[in-house]
């Protein structure tokens, strides 16, 4: 097998060495055009797990490695002259030209050819005289960009300037300093990588740069400016550069990681951002599996698709940690107000790869500290401690969402409502809400939705309504109300959920004419006769749902339904007073709110369900919702329940773990108004982290009470809580059951067979 690599940073050398390893007989060559001893950047960092992988497949490598390593604990995260330290973290760092070095060496012994100083050929002319040709070659990969046809590349621009530079002596911790200056914030990041030296990064948002003149400055000049804004953390002292520039990081994805003998690795294939310590990673890990895939597998077209299956969901999710931590960085302003602790927890949480309980686990006595400068009693969990919403006080932060079940019949509620709700709210959530209940027969979804436009309605609403106060004191009840809009008349989930009804379809009625599906009937723009009949609609069931003593009303202004449609520029086309502006599109939804307020009793709270972004081209924007946030607040909203999406068919979400978390941090954290965050919160640890970091009031959960209705109870119990309240009936079970036994004898001795 001939093997040619383009481009000698760690990945690609470390691939030819472990595939020379592992065959001898291979004839690999590297391609690297710049001398051996020149590199960019100073120190990199690895983690206990890459190197693992790295002692397992090369020992002799990791041998070399660990007489290098600088090995820390801590983190500080300095902060308006507060320095909070985390300990526990555990990181390994050394040179990059040290790492280089090592490679370098290990490749001459397994008989690599190494080619510095010379530009690789063509990758599409080295696959006519080889068998594999790595492509290593970075960011700016040539190769990647030769044969984007086959590759699928994707190129993010992100809105910070960093510059890599270097300190002539050792942090003795992971450190991140902030400073407020007239332009902006700024930031440092630096960790040592010898006994001597630290790597700097000063990072700011493009409009900070420019104000700060940095465009202006020339290499030394920027070297000696940040020296003197960041002081403090030098201790005075010096920094120094090499051939180093102001750069704005790309986020690099590929649909395709091959193109016949073509393979891409490292950043060639997909980066991360620098605040997780990612690249070098990365890349080191992409060559063990390459290796290891090539070994395993009976052919090469095999072993590259199993390497990409193998490697692209970690990567995956890596990128998603790393785009969270560099959005969090690019925001940092939005936080700098928080308590100086709470900033520190939030900065470290910022990818949600360290939680809260995995901090607790690494610094207990840090944990501690923010949970009380926050509020928790002792022994309190974040996520129960109590939050008020005018006279309504929750016991904890936990909300069953709203979860539309299709199950009522002509809009009546019935003992599958008041099992599924009553189960809920013995589970010990803070606020339960009942799905969108819609206002008339016309604004309901499908023929099993819930209604509160007739008395028989009213009349099982008010029975729900009394078992949850009587039978879980403590725990609120709240009624979301809605109109379906364009997205009515439709047939239940589990039968072709937004497919209109095969017969008995009634006329549905929008912003305007436009059909959510090309298959979904078209609605009738409303005029405004049309307009001041739903707002009726709205005010008649808020009265009924006074009568039935919910304790909170919830407006549907989200998903596409009829109030959402009037936000959202893609559906709202109206040429009147209803449509054009933002202003003008929020106009008849803040009436349908003045009007519900007005009837709501005023010692009550309301909230409103909004999508703050379409995820779509076009639509609403992240910074459109913070002013509809503004505007139902001033208008008496006392939370904003952060939802997005589900307005356009051709939505293109960015699905993953709290996905739509940010757009509540952003809202609570501008505006200063209180946000329910849902989305893909599945665990009471993300609970805890996310109230604790300040990103958040409330959490809103659906899937994890379908699956557990006792969610919040059992994550009482699981972290040690006995604060909650079971109710009565069930305070048995607040131990988990025991299980089979775990305690069996281990074996001491493994014996021969021959024996």
């Known amino acids: 097998m001939r093997v040619a690599v383009i481009g000698g940073g760690p990945g690609g050398l470390y691939a030819a060495a472990l595939l020379k390893r592992l065959d001898p007989e291979r004839e690999i060559t590297v391609w690297e055009r710049n001398a051996p001893d020149d590199t960019f950047g100073f120190g990199v960092v690895l983690s206990d797990e890459t190197l693992g992988g790295i002692e397992h497949a090369d020992p002799v490598v990791y041998a070399a490695l660990q007489d290098e390593f600088v090995r820390w604990d801590d983190i500080d995260i300095v902060h308006r002259g507060h320095r909070h330290t985390s300990g526990g973290h555990g990181f390994a760092a050394l040179g990059r030209r040290r790492l280089l070095a090592i490679l370098h060496e290990r490749c001459r012994q397994l008989g690599v050819e190494l080619r510095f100083r010379t530009e690789a050929p063509p990758a599409a002319e080295l696959t006519t005289t080889h068998d594999l040709v790595i492509a290593a070659d970075g960011v700016h990969s040539a190769t990647r960009e030769a044969h984007a046809e086959a590759f699928g590349p994707r190129v993010e621009e992100h809105r910070c300037r960093y510059i890599w530079l270097a300190a002539d002596f050792a942090f003795d911790a992971f450190r991140f300093e902030i400073a407020e200056t007239e332009h902006g914030v700024m930031q440092l990041h630096g960790y040592p990588f010898s006994a001597t030296e630290s790597t700097v990064i000063v990072e700011m948002r493009e409009e900070v740069w420019q104000a700060a003149g940095f465009a202006e400055l020339d290499e030394r000049e920027s070297v000696e400016r940040c020296a003197k804004i960041f002081a403090d953390a030098l201790d005075g002292r010096s920094l120094r550069s090499n051939a180093s520039s102001w ?34 990673k990365l890349a080191v890990e992409d060559a063990l599996a390459l290796a290891a895939c090539i070994e395993e597998q009976p052919t090469l077209a095999d072993a590259l698709t199993a390497y990409e299956a193998e490697r692209r969901p970690v990567v995956a999710s890596t990128q998603r940690a790393a785009r969270a931590s560099l959005q969090w960085f690019e925001e940092i302003a939005r936080y700098t107000d928080q308590p100086p602790r709470q900033f520190a927890f939030n900065l470290l949480t910022r990818s949600r790869r360290v939680t809260h309980d995995n901090l607790r686990l690494r610094d207990a006595a840090f944990t501690e500290a923010v949970e009380r400068e926050f509020g928790c009693p002792a022994g309190t969990p974040p996520m129960f401690t109590p939050f008020q919403l005018r006279e309504l006080r929750l016991r904890n932060r936990v909300v069953v969402s709203p979860m539309d079940m299709y199950s009522a019949t002509d809009g009546v509620p019935g003992d599958f409502h008041l099992v599924h709700l009553g189960a809920r709210a013995l589970g010990g959530a803070g606020l339960v809400m009942t799905e969108m209940v819609c206002v008339s027969a016309e604004g309901r979804i499908t023929p099993g939705c819930a209604g509160l436009y007739t008395p028989e309605q009213a009349d099982v609403w008010s029975r729900i309504a009394a078992f949850v106060h009587t039978q879980a004191p403590g725990t609120a009840i709240g009624v979301q109300l809605g109109h379906s809009g364009r997205k009515g008349s439709t047939r239940l989930m589990w039968d072709g959920i937004d497919e209109p009804l095969p017969h008995g379809n009634w006329p549905l009625a929008a912003a305007s004419p436009i059909p959510y599906r090309p298959t979904s009937q078209t609605p009738h723009e409303l005029t405004r006769d049309g307009l001041t009949e739903i707002r009726e609609q709205f005010a008649a069931a808020a009265w009924r749902a006074a009568r039935c003593d919910f304790d909170l009303l919830e407006l549907h202004c989200a998903h596409g339904y009829l109030l959402s449609g009037f936000l959202s520029p893609l559906t709202n086309r109206r040429t009147d007073g209803y449509g054009g502006s933002l202003e003008a599109r929020l106009r008849f939804p803040l009436e349908v709110f003045d009007a519900v307020r007005a009837i709501w009793p005023d010692h009550k709270p309301m909230t409103v369900r909004i999508s703050a972004t379409d995820w779509a081209e076009g639509g609403t924007t992240a910074e459109d919702a913070v002013e509809i946030a503004r505007a139902f607040a001033v208008h008496g909203a006392d939370a904003i329940d952060v939802s997005t999406g589900q307005v356009v068919a051709d939505e293109q979400p960015a699905y993953g773990r709290s996905y739509q978390t940010p757009f509540a941090d952003r ?39 379908l699956y557990d209705p006792h969610w919040t109870l059992h994550a009482a119990a699981e972290q040690g809580y006995t604060g909650v309240d079971w109710p009565r009936p069930y305070q048995a079970g607040r131990r988990p059951p025991q299980t089979g036994r775990t305690d069996a004898p281990k074996p001491r001795l493994t014996l021969d067979g021959s024996l």
């Open 667 to 705: 809202i609570r954290n501008e505006t200063g108004i209180p946000v329910i965050a849902v989305g893909a919160i599945s665990s009471w640890d993300d609970v805890n982290s996310l109230i604790l970091a300040g990103r958040t009031d409330l959490c809103a959960l659906a899937r994890p009470h």
């Open 247 to 280: 750069i704005t990081f790309r986020t690099v994805v590929n649909d395709r990681w091959s193109d016949g003998r073509t393979v891409l690795i490292g950043d060639a294939a997909h980066t991360a951002h620098f605040s997780i310590g990612s690249g070098t």
